[in-house]
T-cell receptor
């Protein structure tokens, strides 16, 4: 089946720094990818829709200047968490079509 | 009212039994529905999807969709302890470029 690869699987960073997460579709082209965030014992919350060649669409309450999304090719979308703070610590997951990447556990210390 | 609702559980069944997971949705515009399994600390894994009324079977799994009642279910036959996980139901309008709307998930525990 289709495979979506996400990297890194986990990252620890200092407060105030930025972290980039990559999401790749390995055997298909994805003009649209989605970024979710999941806090412990909660369901997935859609953060934004990443559109190849155009601006991302952000959900209400998600700061577009803090969570930068770039979808420069048909197989790659990136999410950059800028000026990370401890409250940004979460599990970030990307998807393309109905398939999810492995997720990235972000811990901000 | 949430767009997709699931009982949080936990649903506990003995090994070998049938586990029945249920989901209701409020948006009649939703056309396709997906069931995912998520183990703790891992990302969701697609089990199956359904878009036509009736049943769809894949191995030990059967998805059921009733659009008139706005109800989706997943049956797991011969449940195994390895099936213990959180099961997420998701719906989507149309296809392709739209994000899935997820329920909060049902935790299933299969007792050995």
């Amino acid at each position: 089946g289709a495979v979506v690869s996400q990297h890194p699987s986990w990252v620890i960073c200092k407060s105030g720094t930025s972290v980039k997460i990559e999401c790749r579709s390995l055997d298909f082209q994805a003009t649209t990818m989605f970024w979710y965030r999941q806090f412990p014992k909660q369901s997935l919350m859609l953060m934004a829709t990443s559109n190849e060649g155009s601006k991302a669409t952000y959900e209400q309450g998600v700061e577009k200047d803090k969570f930068l999304i770039n979808h420069a090719s048909l197989t790659l979308s990136t999410l950059t968490v800028t000026s990370a703070h401890p409250e940004d610590s979460s599990f970030y997951i990307c998807s393309a079509q109905a398939f999810f990447g492995q997720g990235t556990r972000l811990t901000v210390v | 009212q949430k767009e997709v609702e699931q009982n949080s559980g936990p649903l506990s069944v003995p090994e070998g039994a049938i586990a029945s997971l249920n989901c209701t949705y409020s948006d009649r515009g939703s056309q396709s529905f997906f069931w995912y399994r998520q183990y703790s600390g891992k990302s969701p894994e697609l089990i199956m999807f359904i878009y036509s009324n009736g049943d769809k079977e894949d191995g030990r799994f059967t998805a059921q969709l009733n659009k008139a009642s706005q109800y989706v279910s997943l049956l797991i036959r011969d449940s195994q302890p390895s099936d213990s996980a959180t099961y997420l139901c998701a719906g989507v309008k149309g296809a392709g470029r739209r994000a899935l709307t997820f329920g909060s998930g049902t935790r299933l525990q299969v007792q050995p």
